[in-house]
């Protein structure tokens, strides 16, 4: 069955640095365009960054030139870099993979950024 699981959520002081991951299984990953959002509590789901399948990455506003992502088709995972983190980046990191008319969700890995 299609999994997305995420890990490298934390705790880390302002400033700091976090790589998120995200593993795909279950569905042919090389097609997929892949996404990056996050959910700060009280807050809508905002998306963060994305990469399509051919490797072409964007990024929020609010994150470019801080948080970088990118994706291994080998090993199915994508990655989100986030340097100078803040605490208005603290929330629940989702990973998102898009295509053929299919979306899926992974289970979500918290980042909260608090000295």
């Known amino acids: 069955q299609v999994q997305l699981v995420e890990s490298g959520g934390g705790l880390v002081q302002p400033g700091g640095s976090l790589r998120l991951s995200c593993l795909a299984s279950g569905f042919l990953f090389r097609r997929y365009d892949m996404n990056w959002y996050r959910q700060a509590p009280g807050r809508e789901r905002e998306l963060v960054a994305g990469?399509?399948?051919?490797?072409?990455?964007n990024y929020a506003g609010n994150v470019r030139g801080r948080f970088t992502m990118s994706r291994d088709n080998v090993k199915n995972t994508v990655y989100l870099q986030m340097n100078s983190l803040t605490p208005e980046d603290t929330a629940v990191y989702y990973c998102?993979?898009?295509?053929?008319?299919?979306?899926?969700w992974g289970q979500g890995t918290q980042v909260t950024v608090s000295s």
């Open positions: 998102n993979a898009q295509g053929y008319g299919t979306i899926y």
């Open positions: 990469i399509t399948a051919g490797g072409s990455a």
